[in-house]
Structure formats: C-alpha cells, structure tokens
C-alpha cells in the first residue's frame, strides 16, 4: 500500500464548512499532524472522531519533516492540517509538500476554506487578475516589500492581525494614497462577520470608530 500526505482545509470560524470527504480523510488517516493539537481536538470532538494528534508547526517542522516522509514511505497516509483554512496559505506546509515532491510521494490537496477568496469575491474590486501578499514582514523587509507593490496593478490581498491593522493601514495611505479602494472583512464566516468598503482613508475611519478584533483580510485596488 502506497502512502500519501493530505493536506485537508479546516473552517476558518463556521464549523459548519467542513466538507465531507475533509471528514473521510480525517477519519481515515493514520497519522493526523495539526498546528495546534488542542484547536484541532476541539474540531475532532465536534466531529465525534477519537484521534491522537501530533504537533507541525513553524517552531518543529524542520525537526520532524523527515519523520513524516518516512511514515509516508511506510505506506501510511498522513494528514496535516492548520488551525483554520488551508494548510501552506500563510501557515505550516509548504517544507513538507516540498520534501514529498522530492521524495516522490504522492500530495492529494482538498479543496475548502480559506479566508482570501471570500473576502476577495466580496470586495467588489477586480479578482479576474490578483496578488496574495499573506501577512506582510512585521520588521524586517517591510518596507521593502511594500516600496514593491506600489506600482502593482493587480488586486492586492493581505493578511492582518488585529493589533497592526490601524498601522497598517495608516502604511497604505502613505503608499497608494488615500482614495485609494479597498475592502477589509474580520471574523469571516463568524456571527460577527463585518466588511467596510470605501477608500482607504474612510475604511480606516471605521475601523477606528468600530472594534478592531479579530483577524483581518484587506482588500487593496491594484494602480
């Protein structure tokens, strides 16, 4: 029997989005590998599946990937899953999809959540051509990394925590200027989802007269 590594979305809030054949997967893995094992024990406990996991983060990845392979060789199949969304989009995974690929190990990726696309398709900005950015450096490299996406014309995606967001943003009307369009959408798929559009100076405005709480995901109109 041939092993395999599957990465498997998990909801992003709405615990009703897990899929079907994401619950397949779980139940049928023989090692399952989580961000963090007590979030994604709250997950399998809702789901009514008794499952041991093991921790995969950005702090041990380097340590275990090679364990993981060899389980794969093994002929077991493996599923590695993130606190929320799709494992590799700004979480843990892209080290252990290389190592199968050079081990030529089978990788099988479940369609699901993740937090970019609905808060893209919900911002009424173009997404026919579009940049996911993910979270932008918090020291070093950031205003490199921001000096190059000023003569971007493509839609720009970011993710943002909630006590940055107001720099941020403050960063991006100095950039782009402040007529500048965008969306910003928090807690998606949650009971207190909320998205402001506008320009960026007037999203900031609600942002400092909202909560700022939650995750974040901007929306920013490409030149």
């Given amino acids: 029997m041939e092993g395999k590594l599957i ?22 893995a023989q090692y399952v590998y989580a961000e963090d094992t007590r979030k994604t024990g ?14 995969y983060h950005n702090f041990n990845e380097h340590q275990i990937v090679q364990h993981i392979v060899k389980q794969i060789k093994e002929g077991h199949t493996v599923v590695l899953v993130s606190d929320a969304g799709t494992p590799g989009i700004s979480d843990p995974g892209f080290l252990l999809v290389r190592e199968c690929i050079v081990n030529q190990l089978a990788v099988e990726c479940l369609p699901g959540a993740t937090a970019f696309v609905p808060a893209l398709v919900k911002s009424g900005l173009p997404n026919d051509r579009f940049v996911f950015e993910g979270f932008l450096p918090v020291k070093k490299g950031r205003q490199t990394r921001l000096l190059s996406l000023k003569e971007e014309t493509r839609t720009m995606i970011f993710y943002e925590s909630p006590h940055r967001v107001l720099k941020t943003m403050q960063e991006f009307i100095q950039l782009f200027g402040e007529d500048r369009l965008c969306s910003i959408s928090r807690e998606l ?9 506008g320009t960026l100076s007037e999203v900031l405005i609600a942002l400092q007269n909202g909560m700022v709480k939650g995750e974040f995901v901007i929306v920013v109109k490409g030149k």
Avoid: M, W
């Fill in 42 to 55: 709250i997950l399998l406990k809702h789901l009514g599946l008794d499952k041991k996991t093991s921790s």
């Fill in 189 to 197: 798929t949650k009971i207190y989802e909320q998205t402001f559009h």
């Fill in 7 to 28: 990465l498997v979305p998990t909801p992003i809030g709405n615990l009703g989005d897990i899929t079907l054949r994401a619950i397949e997967c779980l139940r049928e």
